[in-house]
């Protein structure tokens, strides 16, 4: 128990060095110590309180559940006009803009902790709203296939949507099937498959939240190491009579990243040694995380990039010919729009980025194999990615915030007027300042990008000489891509 | 201590970077500032522009800073409208009646034209370019750019030829 | 234990069942006194509104596609933006049968985009 007198060591040799191969001193963009935490639960005691609560998730679902339950049926009987649709305004102006804008880059997968697509299926699964029932649940309890524990699932359902995307973000019926479709979808897997399976596994969202998250300021992480250490009953993992074993499967004891963390905080009411904790941290902590790397979420690096450059140019270009391939105008058209996105996002960028990085290992004359260094480096997209996807968020909601408050007065579009805001002209906002904001977030982007891909090459290669040479291809690569969405957001 | 110092050189090599990219972001300001003042004649320039569902024809305008921008707007299929971000101009286009607007093109950079009236399914996504040189915004962006990948190689270069 | 559940049960209803219930039933409730006369490309529905002579007729105007006109002439003439329905308050005072149209061209058949209004005895 000698640990637990010096926490704030432990933790940090612990968090730091022990567990994730994050080199001791690591300081993000040279600054800020990556080490650095701000230990949320332990400050403001009511907070852990609050967490421990098993009404919690449950209110928090049932809000956000509430309202979508409106905006699935303006969705399928409200006005067809995507812009005055309660469902379409939420989804892909309020929501999408949040998610990217707010709460990925700051708070990780808070969203999951709100999310209302598998509520559903978890309260059939569970039989039960709110207090843990004991005995079986509502569940085969299988679990899923070894050989699909990762990634690809999730990249390719998630290209198959972002063919349609074009379609999705515009047709009201659409986005409420493919909702709909959901949620009806995790009711099935939660029925067969254990726990979050589905969430875990196949939800769309959830492969570039669960990637990007690791770019959050948030985590949910142990406390002292030793406690969990010396907790040989670890209750966090296979559950107590009061509260489930964490639903997304991991080990929150040994959890080093953020990627599959749905902030459920079933940890905070499982550990009877309140050892969990959520913590403020610096971005991008888990990229350097040296541990359950693989192609799998490299590739999803490689399709989140693409897309953005994609949907860039699709719905900000000028090019009148590419939104009619995207609308589906004419079959040849989209098939032409359809296989180019795909082969992009699947082949395009890895093959360049993949040359880039070859030619690194080449100059700096490593040994360490190839697909490791590719696979390692990969993660180094990730900054600039989402700071694309930001830059990308700012166009949709700044010039478009106005259907907000109208759809909250009209949700169906049927000439509400419930709260006196259904007038609110369409008017965008900080016309002039977005581009400044976008091109600052691009900068900040390479310079993390460029300040991850070198950490990881040192990590990876272990000797400064060989990292340096190896980082310089991939460093023109990210310059490039800077240069594109440049190009293509103020260019 | 030696893996100490190293990273300490790191973390001044950044913030060196970093001062650069300030001195650059100001330089091009600067610098495009300087050229836009220098007296060059404004130009009158008058382009057709074609609104349908969904995109405008031509979909990029350039014009210069300064230039007297006169825009004969006409939409061929519904009622569209033309707004201009940075601009704020908003004009409604009836199918067939042609509107003519005219502007200075006083603000330098890249400015998205959309539409403005619902005009079906792909409405949000009708948008065009209205590029007013010198875009500083680009400019400055890829001075960054440049700036952080030579700084950064440099840095690396440096750091071989040392070891 | 089991009140809890009971509870969350009961609000899981009134949230997922109640709200979109009472959504529809505020619809319904107003559509006793309005018309709701959608135009898209390109006609009216319904093309035809029947009422009785003396009555009052609010007429819910909603575009479904593009921009769309209501003109009915001599009494109103109002333009109609997908996402921004309009109201026409009619009161029919004399029988007879009013032709509306569309009034902003709306794309190919904007010319048969017509219907009326009969006012019956
Ligand atoms: S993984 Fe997907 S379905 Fe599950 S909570 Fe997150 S967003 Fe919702
Ligand atoms: S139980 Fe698992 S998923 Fe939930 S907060 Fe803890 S670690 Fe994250
Ligand atoms: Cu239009
Ligand atoms: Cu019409």
Redesign the interface.
């Given at each position: 128990m000698s640990a637990v007198q010096k926490p704030r060591q432990d933790r940090a040799e612990r968090a730091v060095r022990g567990m994730t191969g994050i080199?001791e001193?690591?300081?993000f963009?040279?600054?800020i110590p990556v080490d650095w935490r701000y230990d949320l639960t332990e400050r403001f005691p009511g907070l852990r309180r609050v967490l421990r609560s098993r009404w919690t998730s449950?209110l928090l679902q049932?809000i956000t559940?509430?309202v979508f339950?409106?905006a699935l049926?303006a969705g399928f009987i409200g006005?067809?006009?995507?812009?005055?649709n309660l469902l379409v305004v939420l989804v892909w102006i309020f929501w999408w803009s949040a998610l990217m804008l707010i709460m990925v880059p700051f708070f990780s997968r808070i969203w999951c902790a709100l999310c209302p697509l598998p509520s559903a299926g978890e309260?059939l699964q569970r039989r039960?709203?709110?207090?843990k029932r004991q005995g079986k649940g509502l569940t085969l309890g299988k679990r899923w296939p070894a050989a699909l524990r990762n990634m690809w699932p999730v990249n390719l359902i998630f290209l198959g949507m972002a063919l349609f995307s074009?379609i999705l973000t515009?047709?009201t019926t659409v986005t409420a099937w493919l909702l709909l479709g959901m949620v009806l979808g995790a009711i099935v897997i939660s029925l067969i498959f254990e726990r979050r399976t589905f969430c875990r596994y196949l939800c769309p969202v959830g492969g570039f939240l669960g990637l990007y998250s690791n770019m959050a300021t948030m985590e949910i992480r142990h406390n002292v190491y030793s406690v969990c250490r010396d907790h040989k009953h670890k209750e966090c993992v296979v559950g107590t009579n009061e509260a489930y074993a964490c639903p997304w499967m991991e080990a929150p004891t040994t959890m080093a990243r953020n990627t599959y963390c749905g902030f459920c905080f079933e940890c905070f009411r499982t550990c009877s040694k309140d050892n969990m904790s959520v913590r403020l941290r610096p971005p991008g902590t888990d990229l350097l995380v040296n541990k359950n790397r693989g192609l799998d979420e490299a590739w999803k690096a490689f399709i989140m990039l693409g897309a953005a450059a994609i949907y860039a140019a699709?719905?900000?270009?000028?090019?009148?010919?590419l939104?009619?391939w995207a609308?589906m105008t004419s079959v040849g058209g989209y098939l032409v729009y359809a296989s180019s996105l795909a082969l992009t996002v699947m082949v395009v960028v890895p093959a360049v980025w993949g040359a880039f990085v070859w030619l690194g290992r080449k100059l700096s004359g490593a040994d360490v194999p190839f697909v490791r260094l590719f696979t390692n480096l990969s993660y180094s997209l990730v900054p600039i990615g989402m700071l694309a996807w930001i830059a990308f968020s700012f166009?949709i909601i700044l010039?478009?915030w106005a259907?907000i408050p109208?759809v909250i007065s009209?949700?169906?579009?049927?000439?509400?007027d419930l709260f006196g805001t259904a007038g609110v002209e369409?008017n965008?906002v900080g016309?002039?300042v977005?581009?400044?904001l976008?091109?600052a977030a691009?900068?900040f982007g390479?310079?993390f990008s460029?300040?991850v891909a070198?950490k990881i090459a040192r990590q990876t290669l272990g000797d400064?000489?060989k990292a340096?040479?190896a980082?310089?291809p991939p460093?023109?690569f990210?310059?490039g891509v800077?240069?594109l969405f440049?190009?293509l957001l103020?260019? | 201590m030696e893996m100490r110092q190293n990273k300490r050189r790191y973390g001044t090599a950044l913030l060196a970077v970093g001062a650069l990219l300030a001195l650059g972001v100001y330089a091009a300001l600067a610098l495009t500032g300087v050229a836009s003042a220098s007296g060059r004649e404004p130009n009158v320039v008058e382009v057709n522009v074609a609104a349908r569902q969904w995109a405008w024809e031509p979909g990029v305008i350039e014009v210069n800073q300064g230039d007297l921008v006169r825009l004969n707007l006409m939409s061929l299929d519904v009622v569209h409208g033309f707004y201009l971000d940075g601009y704020g101009i908003d004009e409604a286009l009836v199918a067939g009646q042609p509107v003519t607007i005219e502007f200075v093109a006083d603000k330098p950079g890249r400015w998205m034209f959309r539409c403005s009236e619902v005009c079906g399914p792909f409405h949000p996504y009708m948008i065009g370019w209205l590029r007013v040189s010198p875009n500083w915004y680009a400019r400055s962006s890829l001075i960054g750019v440049a700036l952080l990948a030579a700084g950064t190689i440099g840095g690396f270069l440096l750091k071989v030829v040392k070891s | 234990m089991r009140w809890q559940e009971i509870v969350a049960g009961i609000l899981v209803a009134a949230c997922l069942i109640g709200l979109p219930a009472a959504a529809l039933a505020y619809q319904n409730h107003r559509e006793t006194r309005v018309v709701t006369l959608e135009m898209m490309q390109w006609e009216y529905r319904p093309a035809e509104i029947r009422v009785k002579k003396g009555e009052q007729l609010r007429l819910q105007l909603i575009a479904k596609d593009v921009v769309h006109g209501f003109q009915v002439d001599g009494i109103a003439n109002v333009e109609v933006r997908p996402g921004k329905p309009e109201e026409v308050i009619i009161w029919a005072q004399d029988a007879g049968v009013y032709r509306f149209r569309c009034s902003m061209f709306c794309g190919l058949g904007h010319a048969a985009m017509v219907g009326q209004i009969v006012v019956e005895e």
């Open positions: 080199p001193g690591s300081k963009l040279g600054f449950f049932l559940a509430s339950a409106v049926v006005t067809p006009v995507g812009n005055a309260w039960a709203f709110v207090k074009g515009t047709r699709v719905m900000m270009g000028p090019w009148g010919t939104k009619d609308n166009a010039p478009n259907y109208r009209d949700p169906f579009g049927w000439g509400w369409w965008p016309m002039r977005m581009p400044i976008q091109v691009l900068l390479l310079a460029i300040d070198w400064d000489r340096s040479l980082t310089i460093v023109i990210l310059a800077t240069g440049t190009w103020v260019g | - | -």
